[in-house]
C-alpha cells in the first residue's frame, strides 16, 4: 500500500513544466540509453549469434567475419579462428574417406610449405571422421600443416559443409574472401590466396 | 483502474493468441501433411550393443528365416597395438587417451527374442583390418539354412579408404566364420559392398568400382556366389555413373529373375540425381537408369548418403533418399514409389525437411502390405544429430507424425531398421567426442 502511495504521490510533486521537461528528458535519455546499449551489447549479442547454436540460420558468405570456433588439434592442443588471428589462413575442411579430398590434398600440402614464406597459415579441419584414420591419412599424405578435429560436427554445420572438401580463404582482419566447394584447383587456390591478402 | 485492467487483459490475450499462432505456424509441416495420420510407435528403452570401451559403431540389422534378429557392428580392435603400458587399473583410462588405431573387429550377434537377450557377439574377421564403417560399413544377408554371409570394405595398405577392398566372410557351421577372402580381382578399386541372397538361393555381392579411373564417375559392378562359398562368376560391370561414395539398394522380384538396385548418379556438371536401375535376366545384364526425382542436387564434394528400395507384395517399389535438391530449403529426406516397376514414379513426398546444413542419412523398411517404415538422422533444436521415424500407410497418403526415437548427448547417425511381421527394430551409431556405442531401440507392431 506504502509503495502505491508513494509512486502516485511522485508526480503530483512535479510542476507541470518540470514534468515536460522531464518527459522529453527521459525520451531523450531512452534514446540514448538504447544507443549506448545498443554499442554495448552488440559486440555481445553478435558473438552470441556467433555460437553454434545459434548460427542456424546464417550461412558464411564471401565479405562476412569467419565464424569462430574451438577445436583440438590431433595432438590435443587448442585451435581456433583466433589461433591464425593477424594472417590470411586457408581452411580446408576434408575427411580421410573422402575420394575428392584425397585428389586435392597433394595441392593443399603444396599451400601449406609455402605458407610460412608468403605470411599465411593452412589449417585442415577433418569432419565426420576419427582420429586414428585422420592420424593415419596424415602420415600416408605427408601432411605438413595443422590438422584439427571436429568430432562433434559442430564446425562442419557452421561453416554449412554438406559434404567435404571444402576450403575457405580467411584474410589476416579474420573476414572471409573466398569460398571453394568441392576440391580445390591451382588457379582457385591462386585467386583465393590474392583474395585473402596473400601476394599484395 | 478497472478499464487499464480490461485494456491489459485483452493485450495480454491478443499477444498470446499471436504467440500460438506463431508456434503453429513453426511446427513441422511435413508432420501435418495428408488428410489422416498413421498412428505412431512405441518404442521400448534403449538398449546397448558391443562392449563400451570399444567405441562399438555402424551397426546394421537383419532378420534370418528362422525369426532370429541378427547385427552386424564394428568396434576397436583390442590387440597388442592398442594395449597400454599401463598397470591394469588404469587401462580403460589411458586406453581413451591414446592415439587410436583405426584397426577394427566385425562383430555378429544374434537375439532370439526381440532384442532382449543377445548371444555372444562371434567375430566375423579372421584378421584385425582396418574395417570402413559409415557408409561402407558391413552388411550381411542369410541363406536358407540361416547361413551368415558378411562383406565389408577395407582401405589399401596404405590406408586409402578410397581405394579400398571389398572382404566377403561366411559362417563355416561349426559356429565360426572362414577367413575373409578379397572379391574384387582388380585390387584397390572397391567400396561399399551390398550383399543379397537372390531367390535362387546365389548370393549376390555388388558394389560400386573405380578399376577404370577416368572419367571420374564409378561403375557398378555385381558378383555371384554359391550358397557354399563358391565365385560362381567374376566380376562384371552392370553400370556406370555413380557416385563414387554412396552406399548401393537392391531388392528382387520375379523369383530373381527381375533384380531392381538403386543408387546416385553423378553427371558431367556435378549433378547428383537418385536412379532405378532394372535387370529382366537375373542380374545379368541391367536397363538405362531411370531418374526417380530430378532433385538437380549440384555438388562438387562428397555427400556420402545412399538410397533404399524395398516392394511389397503389390509389387510396388519404395524408395527414399537424401538430397539437398536445387537450393538448401529443398534439402530433405524424401520418398517414392512406383507402382509399374519402374517405369514411372510418384512425384517425391518430403519426409523430413533438413533443419541444418548436414547431409542426412535414411534407411526403409517395407512390410508386405505396403507400410513403409523410415528412419533417419536430422538435427534437433541444440544443433545434435538425432534419429527419427515416420510411419507411411499403404495407401501412401497417411503419414504418422515425425517421432524422435534418439536423445543424444552428442551426435546419432546413420539409422538402420529391421523389420518383420511382429517386430520392428532400430539401431544407429552415436558419438560424442572420441567416444561412440551402438543403441538398438525395439517395439512391437501390430497392437
Redesign the interface.
Known amino acids: 500500500m506504502g509503495r502505491v502511495k508513494e509512486r502516485s504521490a511522485w508526480p503530483m510533486k512535479t510542476p507541470r513544466l518540470q514534468r515536460t521537461a522531464f518527459r522529453r528528458m527521459s525520451f531523450s535519455g531512452l534514446a540514448l540509453f538504447c544507443c549506448v546499449a545498443d554499442l554495448i551489447f552488440q559486440p555481445v549479442i553478435a558473438w552470441s549469434q556467433n555460437t553454434?547454436?545459434s548460427r542456424?540460420d546464417s550461412?558464411p558468405a564471401v565479405g562476412a567475419a569467419a565464424f569462430s570456433f574451438d577445436l583440438k588439434s590431433l595432438d590435443g592442443k587448442p585451435v581456433g579462428l583466433q589461433t591464425f588471428h593477424g594472417k590470411p589462413l586457408v581452411m580446408n575442411f576434408f575427411?580421410?574417406?573422402?575420394?575428392?579430398?584425397?585428389e586435392e590434398i597433394p595441392l593443399i600440402n603444396d599451400l601449406a610449405s609455402k605458407a610460412s614464406k608468403d605470411g599465411y597459415s593452412v589449417l585442415g579441419i577433418a569432419v565426420?571422421d576419427?582420429?586414428?584414420?585422420v592420424?593415419?591419412?596424415v602420415?600416408?599424405a605427408n601432411l605438413v600443416f595443422p590438422i584439427a578435429l571436429d568430432?562433434?560436427?559442430?564446425v562442419?554445420?557452421?561453416?554449412?559443409?554438406?559434404?567435404?572438401?571444402?576450403t575457405f580463404f580467411i584474410d589476416a582482419q579474420g573476414v572471409i574472401r573466398d569460398i571453394v566447394?568441392?576440391?580445390m584447383t591451382p588457379e582457385r587456390a591462386r585467386d583465393g590466396l590474392k583474395k585473402a591478402g596473400v601476394f599484395r | 483502474m478497472k478499464t487499464q485492467f480490461t485494456r491489459t487483459v485483452a493485450v495480454v490475450t491478443v499477444e498470446l493468441t499471436l504467440c500460438l499462432f506463431l508456434a503453429a505456424c513453426g511446427a513441422d509441416i511435413s508432420a501435418r501433411r495428408g488428410t489422416g495420420h498413421s498412428a505412431s510407435i512405441t518404442f521400448g528403452p534403449e538398449q546397448r550393443l558391443g562392449q563400451n570401451d570399444k567405441n562399438p559403431s555402424t551397426p546394421f540389422l537383419r532378420f534370418a528365416p528362422d525369426g532370429r534378429l541378427y547385427a552386424v557392428w564394428t568396434e576397436d580392435d583390442d590387440g597388442p597395438s592398442l594395449k597400454p603400458k599401463q598397470p591394469a587399473a588404469h587401462q580403460h583410462k589411458s586406453r581413451i587417451k591414446m592415439a587410436p588405431s583405426p584397426m577394427r573387429v566385425a562383430l555378429l550377434a544374434s537375439s532370439a527374442n526381440g532384442g532382449k537377450t543377445w548371444s555372444s557377439p562371434k567375430r566375423v574377421n579372421d584378421r584385425v583390418e582396418a574395417i570402413e564403417g559409415e557408409e561402407g560399413g558391413p552388411r550381411l544377408a542369410f541363406g536358407p539354412d540361416n547361413k551368415v554371409y558378411v562383406v565389408w570394405s577395407i582401405p589399401n595398405q596404405r590406408g586409402d579408404k578410397t581405394r579400398a577392398n571389398i572382404r566377403f566372410a561366411m559362417e563355416d557351421g561349426k559356429g565360426g566364420f572362414i577367413p575373409a577372402r578379397t572379391l574384387n580381382e582388380i585390387k584397390d578399386t572397391a567400396r561399399f559392398p551390398i550383399v543379397e541372397l537372390a531367390p535362387d538361393h546365389t548370393v549376390l555381392v555388388a558394389w560400386i568400382d573405380r578399376r577404370i579411373d577416368n572419367p571420374t564417375p564409378r561403375d557398378l559392378y555385381l558378383m555371384r556366389i554359391s550358397p557354399n562359398g563358391q565365385q560362381l562368376t567374376r566380376s562384371y560391370k552392370v553400370g556406370e555413373g555413380l557416385c563414387e561414395c554412396c552406399r548401393l539398394g537392391i531388392a528382387f522380384a520375379d523369383g530373381g529373375k527381375t533384380i531392381y538396385m538403386v543408387d546416385r548418379q553423378v553427371s558431367k556438371e556435378q549433378i547428383r540425381n537418385h536412379v532405378l536401375r532394372k535387370s529382366t535376366d537375373g542380374g545379368a545384364t541391367f536397363g538405362a537408369p531411370a531418374e526417380f526425382s530430378d532433385d538437380g542436387w549440384q555438388v562438387p564434394s562428397c555427400p556420402h548418403s545412399g538410397p533404399s528400395i524395398g516392394q511389397d507384395s503389390r509389387g510396388y517399389l519404395h524408395m527414399t533418399w537424401f538430397t539437398l535438391g536445387r537450393s538448401p530449403d529443398k534439402a530433405g529426406v524424401y520418398y517414392t514409389v512406383s507402382k509399374n516397376g519402374g517405369q514411372t514414379f510418384a512425384p517425391r513426398q518430403l519426409i523430413h525437411a533438413n533443419t541444418a546444413a548436414e547431409i542426412l542419412h535414411t534407411t526403409q523398411a517395407v512390410t508386405k502390405d505396403g507400410t513403409v517404415y523410415f528412419a533417419w538422422d536430422n538435427l534437433d533444436e541444440a544443433n545434435r544429430a538425432q534419429i527419427f521415424f515416420r510411419i507411411l500407410a499403404p495407401d501412401g497418403k497417411t503419414w504418422s507424425p515425425v517421432q524422435q526415437i534418439s536423445r543424444a548427448r552428442g551426435n546419432a547417425n546413420r539409422p538402420a531398421l529391421a523389420l518383420s511381421d511382429k517386430e520392428l527394430h532400430v539401431a544407429w551409431t552415436e558419438t560424442e567426442g572420441e567416444e561412440s556405442w551402438v543403441v538398438l531401440k525395439s517395439a512391437a507392431l501390430g497392437q
Do not use: H, M, V
Not at chain 1, 96 to 102: G, H, L, Y
Not at chain 1, 151 to 154: A, C, E, F, H, T
Open positions: 553454434p547454436q542456424r550461412a575427411a580421410s574417406w573422402c575420394d575428392p579430398c584425397r565426420e576419427g582420429r586414428a584414420a592420424t593415419q591419412y602420415t600416408e568430432l562433434n560436427s559442430s562442419k554445420r557452421i561453416y554449412r559443409i554438406f559434404g567435404p572438401p571444402a566447394l568441392g576440391p
